[in-house]
């Protein structure tokens, strides 16, 4: 089991280093959610104490914040933290402050290899990476300032809409390369090639966004991830 304890000086950063903590290594499989899980730290003459313990897969996240005046991310934190869960929330059960536990069954929610896949194309759409536009190749810097110029301001025009249906129809795709070949490829080497070019213009996603010299390998079974000749399995039955 890996323990992750996040404490920060205020609730307002332990709430977003906890919903990014949390996305990065759990939401895989059931969630558990118990606040005030450790009843020696309530004291009964100040009951506004709010530790909240979330496991979830093998992953069991501790989030308090000693400095906040509630000695946890106090009741409108927990709140933030269990809907960006998709945790239903009666808001009255948080400010009880008493010990409450919610269980949240997601084996049916678990996304499919290629909704894993097409998830991690959508991130890296996000990124800002300068040294892409590099790669330890002679360049002309005229030229790659007007690349990135380009990206970014292209970037900024990209709806929540058009990433989320980017999504969608990638893994749609995806979904039927595999079941006419078995196995399928995308890559992108100084842009997008074949099925995610076809895809980013259905979607109105600027090709200046994809990351360079980059392959992933898809079957039902493993996901596989080379940039730059590097290896990262991100799926494995």
Do not use: H
């Amino acid at each position: 089991m890996q323990k992750i304890s996040i404490r920060t000086g205020n609730t307002k950063d332990s709430v977003k280093r906890a919903i990014a903590a949390i996305n990065r290594w759990g939401k895989k499989g059931n969630i558990t959610a118990c606040i005030n899980y450790d009843a020696s730290k309530i004291n009964p003459n100040n009951p506004k104490t709010y530790p909240l313990q979330i496991q979830t897969g093998d992953v069991r996240f501790y989030i308090t914040d000693v400095s906040a005046g509630y000695r946890g991310i106090g009741p409108l934190g927990t709140i933030e933290i269990l809907k960006a869960l998709d945790i239903p929330v009666n808001d009255q059960e948080i400010f009880s402050c008493s010990y409450k536990e919610y269980k949240l069954y997601k084996e049916e929610n678990i996304m499919k290899y290629s909704e894993v896949a097409a998830k991690w194309w959508k991130d890296r759409l996000l990124e800002t990476d300068f040294s892409k536009y590099s790669n330890g190749e002679k360049s002309d810097t005229s030229d790659i300032l007007s690349k990135l110029a380009v990206a970014r301001a292209k970037y900024a025009n990209v709806s929540e809409e058009s990433l989320n249906e980017f999504v969608k129809k990638l893994s749609n795709e995806i979904e039927n390369e595999i079941e006419r070949y078995g196995n399928t490829s995308l890559c992108s080497d100084y842009g997008p090639t074949e099925l995610l070019l076809k895809v980013a213009n259905y979607c109105n996603v600027p090709v200046e966004l994809f990351p360079w010299k980059t392959i992933m390998r898809i079957t039902r079974s493993e996901i596989s991830v080379y940039v730059n000749g590097k290896k990262e399995v991100i799926f494995k039955v």
